[in-house]
């Protein structure tokens, strides 16, 4: 299923929204500052391109983080955790997009918090 799952979701704009991500991660890695968020840009569009078959979990849970994630929350993670989960809304509309809809809900929950978090 997360062969098939990943190939239609690359079809009907994962690709897209992955090339999207790298192109944020390269504009913020342009400063010494932005580099951090830029990586987190680079593992969210790892996740974006093929989420099938991935979990994401939480590895490192310390105070730098909780800074970090709160500038990322601030700055960019709360509208691309909302468009995730709108779009998550649309795909359940209908039963043949449920499976879509739990992989944007995944991403969404990436797209909000994603320092001390790991993709396997």
Do not use: D, H, R, Y
Not at 2 to 23: K, P, Q
Not at 58 to 66: A, H, Q
Not at 79 to 89: G, K, Q, Y
């Amino acid at each position: 299923m997360s062969i098939i799952g990943n190939i239609i979701w690359i079809i009907f704009g994962g690709l897209f929204e992955a090339i999207g991500w790298v192109i944020a991660g390269i504009i913020l890695s342009i400063t010494i500052i932005g580099i951090p968020f830029g990586l987190q840009c680079f593992k969210i569009a790892g996740v974006q391109l093929a989420p099938f078959g991935k979990e994401i979990v939480s590895v490192n849970n310390n105070g730098t983080n909780l800074i970090m994630n709160i500038i990322w929350i601030i700055f960019f993670g709360w509208e691309i955790a909302l468009m995730n989960l709108v779009s998550a809304f649309i795909f359940a509309i209908t039963i043949i997009g449920l499976p879509f809809a739990k992989q944007n809900l995944k991403l969404a929950k990436v797209s909000l918090f994603p320092f001390g978090k790991k993709i396997i």
